[in-house]
């Protein structure tokens, strides 16, 4: 400990499960912490979905880190985009804009998560945007509203089928449940909207490399899954892979050789993710080794290699192919916290992370889900009605509780979606491909 | 009517409530109604102030307009910014990006509102915004809880002073509840979130060029919520004209001849309206007079002069001093739709649109309003529960008027605010006067 600080400083960078839970965790520890993220709310990425298909609003889903933590004296928030962690130093860069501030730190732990990845090809971006933060959900709000306001307008036939194809590549829990919801909002919420178009007949395609949807749920509910988006009139297209995508769809290799064009004006990417560059950074200063999607090879306490200080947690690790799941960083989260307080209490460390798999779910539609807990395999209403217990629960506030379930029973039960609203800026920006690729951000 | 269509072609130009009520009065007439809108929501601008200061969503206030005409079978609601009027050829285009689509009339009713007006001083702008639309409110929110994030970031105390200085200038309605909602905020919503800063040191300096807080309530009510506001500790500055605004703050000339500069790095400009450009587009091309506002001098039916098929609605007419208020454009919607009934049926027109005042209200925080009801001034709390309902009265939806009231709840009773969450984007535009100066926009 440093002697000039009466307390052992933890930097905390990231305002997600791993680093909220991880300030949580420290709140009976003898240490000071400051938490450090580029936005000024905790996001619920589960939930980002709903958001971007207009059935809950973002405050619902991403509450203020420093209200979540105002009564937690030990810990303060701080808004800014990490550009630099010195290793040697011990400190940690930020700013706003041109506003910079350098934090000391005696623990750091990296919980940046993970950003869109494109394998390589970013300049698919533009056209294809992810869903990994409030930003990328309320302008995909904007594409997929804007595309049915976009298909009203063209008087050409081509285009308006163009506008009324959604493409979403990737069939994680992430691309099933989005093109559930949009197929949903175009069959039921918006079928009485239009003049001139007929919403109902907009296609959904859903496009994945592997052999199944939801792979990651075993064969048989992948099986069971895959029929019931069927029936939703989903167009499942396994063994595909993106070659292309601009501004007039994507490009779409098969694994049997044939390649196909689609004609689509909203595409979304679900198909990968890019761990935060400050992955990369740090491990350039240890000599750590880090993997094609930029996560770090950590130690099997989650440290960094050579920096016992040091914790890194969640989407940004490279360990025991361990999933990008609120849990690892849950749990990497209060695994670290328990470190550091042992080593302040000189009591002995855990040396080794065990990550314990709770189970995963995804909603396919309103009232149908696939859930896996344990050897466990749930499917249909029952695992929907477990999906909404779940979730409710592990919403952070009641007040976000009370109003997502207000808005849920609109959407589910009713027909209707309370949050459709984009602005002016967005339709400008996102209709018309005018938008600027995103500056990619690193805290 | 044109031989080549069936039915009588009303379009309409914008979707507040000038633009949707006439779509809706028309509901009954023999005729087909297209309502052209830059944006795709109706706002419901009078609590546009609580989307800004964290209260409400956007979806709250501001539904799809198409979802709230979808059961009109005779209306239907296209996207687009109308860039031209064409009086001679009955035609109007309008435009997403480069989709352009021009649309024919037999009666156009104009309801495009007004923009925040700054008296000539556009560069004030985007260090001013003002407060029109659901993308100034979010960009708003994004400003205010910003503004603290910044000042807990800042080591100099000044810096931190300017952060922490809010200043609101125009006391009418909007600057009352505007700076009201800022100074509760302060003291209460987030009081217990910062480390470094203490927010109930935040100032709120409202700025009035006239003589008086809400002129428009008369000498009692206005000397009442004068001392209200300074009961809760906003600075009230009467006869003060603002001369520049800039990165550094405000410049402020008063009456007797002091000058004063406020150094404020959140500034809100309430003082002024500008109606949209395409009055001053179809006058030009009519002859008509368009005042400093760029009000269109209707005749005292509504009507351009020369073009009895044009109708010019709310924000945008100079008629007999009308106010800028909801009622003068929902009541002269509904003398339009009644006049392009009774031509079409050959009945008898009314020549004279009356004005009938049924009241206005402001709140100044929560449980404290005032309400002129004709010649009854409530005050307080009695003021208050006026506007409460009058409001969930007048919320479009049934959904709506239930999350509202739940959001009102938490505000007010609670006191928590659930809509504080705003994006990386306007955080890095907005706290660092990044922000390009927005497009004025026309339809």
Redesign the interface.
């Known amino acids: 400990m440093d002697s000039q600080h009466p307390r052992h400083r933890v930097v905390i960078i990231g305002s997600g499960f791993g680093g909220l839970f991880a300030a949580k965790r420290l709140k009976r520890a003898d240490v000071d912490v400051t938490l450090i993220s580029?936005?000024?709310?905790h996001t619920f990425q589960p939930l980002l979905y709903q958001v971007a298909t207009?059935i809950l609003?973002?405050?619902?889903i991403?509450?203020?880190t420093?209200?979540i933590l105002?009564?937690q004296k030990n810990a303060?928030?701080?808004?800014?985009e990490v550009s630099d962690i010195d290793l040697a130093a011990r400190t940690v860069t930020s700013a706003?804009?041109?506003?910079s501030?350098v934090t000391e730190y005696d623990s750091l732990i990296l919980a940046a998560g993970a950003e869109t990845g494109y394998f390589g090809n970013d300049a698919f971006e533009p056209f294809a945007p992810g869903l990994k933060?409030?930003?990328d959900a309320?302008e995909l709000r904007a594409r997929i509203?804007?595309a049915f306001?976009?298909a009203?307008?063209?008087p050409d036939p081509a285009s308006v089928e163009a506008w009324m194809t959604f493409v979403v590549v990737g069939a994680g829990p992430t691309g099933v449940e989005l093109a559930g919801q949009i197929i949903e909002l175009s069959r039921r919420t918006?079928k009485?909207?239009?003049?001139?178009i007929d919403p109902r007949r907009a296609r959904v395609i859903l496009i994945e490399g592997g052999d199944h949807v939801l792979a990651s749920f075993g064969p048989k509910q992948s099986l069971k899954a895959q029929e019931q988006l069927a029936r939703m009139g989903i167009d499942v297209r396994l063994q595909g892979m993106v070659d292309a995508v601009n501004e007039t769809g994507v490009e779409v290799r098969y694994r049997d050789g044939r390649v196909e064009h689609i004609a689509s004006r909203c595409v979304i990417w679900a198909a990968g993710v890019q761990a935060s560059g400050l992955g990369a950074q740090v491990a350039e200063q240890s000599g750590a080794e880090v993997d094609r999607s930029g996560r770090v090879k950590v130690l099997p306490d989650l440290t960094l290699p050579g920096h016992p200080e040091v914790f890194v947690l969640g989407d940004m690790i490279a360990l025991d192919d361990l999933p990008g799941v609120a849990q690892v960083a849950m749990q990497g989260a209060k695994f670290s916290a328990k470190k550091i307080r042992a080593r302040l209490e000189d009591r002995e460390e855990e040396t080794t992370f065990h990550y314990f798999d709770k189970g995963s779910m995804a909603t396919i539609s309103r009232f149908r889900a696939v859930a896996n807990v344990g050897r466990l395999e749930l499917r249909g209403f029952i695992a929907w009605c477990a999906w909404l217990f779940i979730h409710i629960l592990y919403l952070v506030?009641f007040?976000?509780k009370?109003?997502t379930l207000?808005?849920w029973a609109?959407a589910f039960i009713?027909r209707?979606r309370?949050?459709?609203?984009?602005?002016?800026?967005q339709?400008?920006g996102s209709?018309?491909?005018?938008r600027e690729p995103r500056v990619p951000?690193t805290g």
């Open positions: 580029r936005v000024s709310h207009g609003s973002q405050g619902e991403a509450p203020a420093r209200e105002k009564r303060e928030v701080l808004l800014g706003v804009g041109p506003h501030t933060s409030i930003d309320l509203y804007g306001e976009m009203e307008l063209e918006i009485n909207d239009f003049r001139r506030g007040q976000e009370v109003s207000g808005h609109v009713g209707s309370a949050e459709r609203t984009f602005t002016l800026e339709a400008r209709l018309t491909n005018e951000g």
